[in-house]
């Protein structure tokens, strides 16, 4: 039996290693001590399977090089260092091992929480460094009776809350993409909310870095905060505003932040490090013993399974094989999914079903588009990497059911494809198709026939179809210095009116307020393609 090889590329536990080495199909080439051009251009074309970590840039002159290359397994989470789309194009799925580090960033978190509240690390160093006993100057505040914000209730912000608890601390959690009941049956407060986060004594975030997520914290959520509020970040740079941070600390009104991760790394020079009120750490969610031994043995049993073809856990991708579908049906795959992530930002809500109706001849493709239309819709809504691979399984454990029907008729145009998302907020329904133009195009929204081109910042706004509001909408978005640069209007035969506006910028949440505050307005939605 032909043994698979698999490379080592970068440094991983020995445990990891020990696995690679007994299993007596696989050929095992520790390569991590080798110059990266070396390896690149001698090693890698023998490779079925690479192992890297952040020192491998996996890129075009890698990838040019991995002539026989099935897997990569990225022993770690992020893949900022990964070439996706150009390993996709050539048939390499991209792993990674994402729950592998989960308690090490959980225990992170706790440890700068606890060194927010009690200044530890700067009555160590005014009693170690500059040996000075000053017991009088180092009051701190007890975690038991304060309220903690939990943004984002997935793997590591779940436990993060269930030891907090363990401190007699009271939890609020905010995470609309979760049923109440996964914080409510731990006795603790779920809420919808986002200002009952901003009330709390000590925020700490654990979500996804999105378009959703990034600055959610600002100057404005600052100033809504409680005097002396803590603040802890151990989940991705960005998520916090490092300028509204700085002000906020510098100001007093951040009493302490815990910070771990930074816009810029390394963060040698921000200048979050000259104040006297942050606990600071060199992104160390991940380093622990533990952590690396899981990294290590993880990222090795991907590899082996991979090369034998076994199974491709935490793929990221999905190798498409151009030459088994016609030209026409990837760009409808694209733009399913395109579909699904826009009908999640609408309906911004827990996800309880996703159905797909495929019209005319693109119906025989209607399953695999069910897939791409899934990954959309949930990637912004989960903690977990959503891919083609396991888009299924995520959504069985989260309860979401997802249908697809094939309709081989259509009457209006040749191919359509239509989604339905049903979440606890309601139900959004979408159709979509691609004209001879190649220019992707949505046709349907909630039962309004609309045209409009899928891309960039949308704004939809319901209302009564009464007379003035399209100037009413002009003159609110002008007045806040928003550039329309497509107005799509459709009527319903229930006296309301719906338009699709296309702006050249990102619109903020008061140009929406104003728009909700409008007479006419039934309901306004902002979503970013």
Known sequence: MKKHTVVVCDHIHEAGLEMLRNDENINFIMAADLDKKELIETIIPQADVAITRSSTDVDEFFIKHATNMKAIVRAGVGVDNVDIPGCSKEGIIVMNVPTANTIAAVELTMTHMLSCMRMFPYSHNHLKIDRVWKREQWYGYEMKGKKLGVIGFGNIGSRVAKRAKSFEMDIVAYDPYIHPSTVTDLDMTYTKNFQDILECD??????????????????????????????????????????????????????????????????ISNP??????????????????ESQYNIGTQAAKNAIEAAKGIAYPHAMNLP??????????????????????????????QIIAIKVSGHGDISN?????????????????SDETINYVNAEFVAKEKGIKIEWEALNESSVFKNVITVKLTTAEGTTSM????????VKRIVAIDGFDIEVALKGDMILFKNSDVPGVIGSIGSTLAKNNVNISDFSLARNNESQALAVILVDDAVNDTT????????ACISVHYARL
């Open 202 to 267: 000590i925020i700490t975030i654990h979500t996804p870095k999105n378009k959703e997520t990034i600055n959610i914290i600002n100057e404005a959520e600052i100033a809504k905060m409680k005097e002396g509020v803590v603040l802890i970040n151990c989940a991705r740079g960005g998520l916090y505003n490092e300028e509204a941070l700085f002000n906020g600390l510098k100001s007093k009104k951040i009493r302490f932040a815990g910070i771990d991760v930074f816009n810029k790394e390394p963060a």
């Open 272 to 289: 979050l490090l000259d104040l006297d009120n942050i606990t600071v750490s060199p992104h160390l969610g991940a380093n622990t013993f």
């Open 320 to 349: 498409i094989d151009e030459s088994k579908i016609p030209v026409y049906v990837k760009p409808f795959l694209e733009m399913g999914q395109k579909i699904g992530f826009l009908a999640s930002q609408i309906n911004n809500s």
């Open 365 to 381: 493709y209607v399953e695999s588009l069910s897939t791409f239309v899934a990954v959309g819709a949930m990637s912004q809504s």
């Open 431 to 438: 159709s979509a198709t691609i004209f001879d133009d190649g």
């Open 512 to 519: 929406l307020a104003q728009l909700a505050s409008l007479d």
